[in-house]
C-alpha cells in the first residue's frame, strides 16, 4: 500500500466547507466533460452507516466517479480484491473490527496493494490520525463529511497516484532500454560458434551487475570474462559498460590475462566511486592446444568438467576483488583441456541459494558432471533450473559454460 506523509498543507488550505454551491456544481460539471462514467476512477467507501454511504455516493457520482461500498470488513475485503477500485474511503469503526484490519490484511497481500486510503473518521485524536497513516493511510478526512472537500481530497490523490503510475512506467521503460543496452554489451553464442560457449543470464532488475564477455584474441584463443558487480541495483548495471570497453583495450595475444586483469583494476580504481567494486574470473583457452590459463579476482571458483575421468575439479584461486585496491593480488592457475572437456563460469547467485556455500558449490559440480553427456546448449538451461529451484530470486545468476 502507497505511504504518504500526511499533507499538511492540503489539511490547512482545503476547508471548503465555505464553497458555494454554484462551483461545487461547476466542477462537477467539468468532471464530467473530461471522462466518461465508463472510465472513471472508481472509489470504493466503507462505513457502517447507511446515510453516510448514500451521502457520499451522491457526491461522488454527481463528480463523474463511479462508486461501490461495504459496511463490515468482511464485505469490504471481498469487494476490494473483486472490483480492485482506484482510491478507498475508509471508516474506523467497524461492526466485525476496524479500517486498521482491512489496511493490514490488504497490506499483507502479495499483490502489493498500492490503492490510495483515506479515512474517514469522527475521531480527531491526534494518536488515531498518526495509527491512520502509519496503517497506510494517505490522508485523514473528519466527519461530519462536506462533499466539497471530499471531492477535492479524492481528486488530489487520484491525480498523485496516477502520477506514481506514470513515473513507475517511465523507470520501467527506462530500466527495459539498459537492459537492451546491456544485452547488446554481452555476446551470443552464435556471434562466436568458435568460442564453443553457451550462456544462461537472469536478471532480478532486467539490468543487473552480472556480466560476461567472450573475446577472440587471436587464432583457436578465446578469452571468457565473468563479473558480478558490488550491489544488485541498476547503478551496479552502468558500470558493466566500463568493464566492457576496458576488456575489449587489454584483450590482446601480447597481454597475458594477469597482465589484462592487473590493467583492467588500475583503470576501475580510477573511476569506480568509494565502495564500488567487481569480483572477477578471467579465462583465456586455446581450443587448439587445450591450454587454459585462469585468473579469479575474489571470484566463485571456476569448474572443470573432464569428458573422461570420475569426478569435476573446483578450482579454486583467491584473490582481491577489482577497482577496490591499487595493490591488490589475484590468483592464478592453469589446466590442460582434451576435446570435449568443459569449464564452468558463474556468479554467486548461482550458489547462494540459501544453503550453505560449500555444499551449493558442491551440488553444482555434481549437476555439470552428471548432465557432461548433454549437448551443453541444453546442460547449462538445465544446470541452472536445478540450482535455484525452489529459491527466492534476490539476486541476479549468470551462468556460461564452455567446451573445447
Same mark, same amino acid.
Given at each position: 500500500?502507497? #505511504? ?10 482545503? #476547508? ?6 454554484? #462551483?461545487? !456544481?461547476?466542477?462537477?460539471?467539468? /468532471?464530467?466533460?473530461? !471522462? +466518461? ?23 461522488? %457520482? ?50 502489493? @496493494? ?14 488515531? %490520525?498518526?495509527?491512520?497513516?502509519? $496503517?497506510?493511510?494517505?490522508? =485523514? ?11 477535492? !481530497? ?16 517511465? *523507470? ?13 554489451? $554481452? ?30 584474441? +587471436? *587464432?583457436?584463443?578465446?578469452? =571468457? ?11 551496479? /548495471? ?5 568493464? %566492457?570497453?576496458?576488456?575489449?583495450? =587489454?584483450? /590482446? ?76 593480488? @589475484? ?6 583441456? %582434451? ?23 558442491? !551440488?553444482?559440480?555434481?549437476?555439470? @558432471? ?28 549468470? @551462468? ?5
Amino acid at each position: 500500500m502507497t #505511504k504518504l506523509e500526511p499533507l499538511g498543507v492540503l489539511q490547512s488550505s482545503l #476547508k471548503l466547507s465555505g464553497l458555494g454551491s454554484e #462551483k461545487v !456544481r461547476r466542477q462537477e460539471d467539468e /468532471s464530467h466533460l473530461i !471522462r +466518461g462514467r465508463d472510465t472513471s476512477p472508481l472509489v470504493f467507501v466503507v462505513d457502517d452507516d447507511p446515510s453516510i454511504v448514500r451521502t457520499i455516493d451522491g457526491f461522488l %457520482k454527481r463528480a463523474g466517479f463511479r462508486t461501490a461500498s461495504a459496511g463490515d470488513v468482511a464485505a469490504a475485503l471481498k469487494g476490494i480484491r473483486e472490483q480492485h477500485p482506484d482510491l478507498i474511503l475508509l471508516d474506523i469503526n467497524l461492526p466485525d473490527g476496524s479500517g486498521f484490519d482491512i489496511c493490514r490484511s490488504l497490506n499483507d497481500d502479495a499483490s502489493a @496493494f498500492t490503492t490510495p486510503v483515506l479515512f474517514i473518521s469522527a475521531n480527531e485524536d491526534t494518536l488515531t %490520525k498518526v495509527k491512520g497513516f502509519e $496503517m497506510g493511510g494517505v490522508d =485523514y478526512i473528519t466527519k461530519p463529511i462536506v462533499g466539497a472537500e471530499v471531492i477535492a !481530497r479524492v481528486r488530489t490523490h487520484l491525480r498523485l497516484k496516477r502520477a506514481y503510475e506514470r513515473l513507475a512506467e517511465l *523507470q520501467a521503460e527506462r530500466v527495459e532500454r539498459l537492459a537492451s543496452a546491456q544485452q547488446n554489451l $554481452m555476446p551470443r553464442p552464435e556471434d562466436f560458434p568458435e568460442a564453443r560457449f553457451q550462456v544462461s543470464i537472469r536478471q532480478v532488475l532486467d539490468a543487473g551487475g552480472d556480466f560476461y564477455d567472450v573475446i577472440p584474441v +587471436g *587464432q583457436h584463443v578465446v578469452d =571468457y570474462l565473468v563479473a558480478d558487480a558490488s550491489g544488485h541495483d541498476l547503478a551496479a /548495471s552502468l558500470w558493466t559498460a566500463s568493464l %566492457k570497453a576496458l576488456a575489449a583495450e =587489454y584483450a /590482446s595475444p601480447l597481454n597475458l590475462p594477469l597482465e589484462i586483469v592487473r590493467a583492467i583494476n588500475s583503470s576501475l580504481c580510477r573511476i569506480l566511486p568509494s565502495g564500488a567494486f567487481f569480483t572477477l574470473v578471467y579465462a583465456r583457452l586455446n581450443h587448439q592446444t587445450g591450454r587454459l590459463s585462469v585468473v579469479n579476482a575474489g571470484h566463485p571458483p571456476l569448474i572443470f568438467v573432464p569428458l573422461v575421468g570420475d569426478e569435476p575439479v573446483v578450482m579454486r584461486l583467491e584473490g582481491d576483488v577489482v577497482g577496490a585496491f591499487p595493490d591488490a593480488v @589475484f590468483g592464478v592457475g592453469e589446466l590442460t583441456l %582434451k576435446p570435449g572437456d568443459r569449464i564452468f563460469l558463474f556468479t554467486d547467485g548461482v550458489i547462494e541459494t540459501g544453503g550453505p556455500y560449500e555444499e551449493s558449490l558442491k !551440488r553444482l559440480a555434481s549437476a555439470c @558432471f552428471s548432465r557432461r553427456a548433454l549437448p551443453l546448449q541444453d546442460l547449462v538451461p538445465a544446470v541452472v533450473d536445478d540450482a535455484i529451484a525452489g529459491a527466492c530470486a534476490s539476486d541476479d545468476t549468470l @551462468f556460461v559454460g564452455v567446451e573445447r
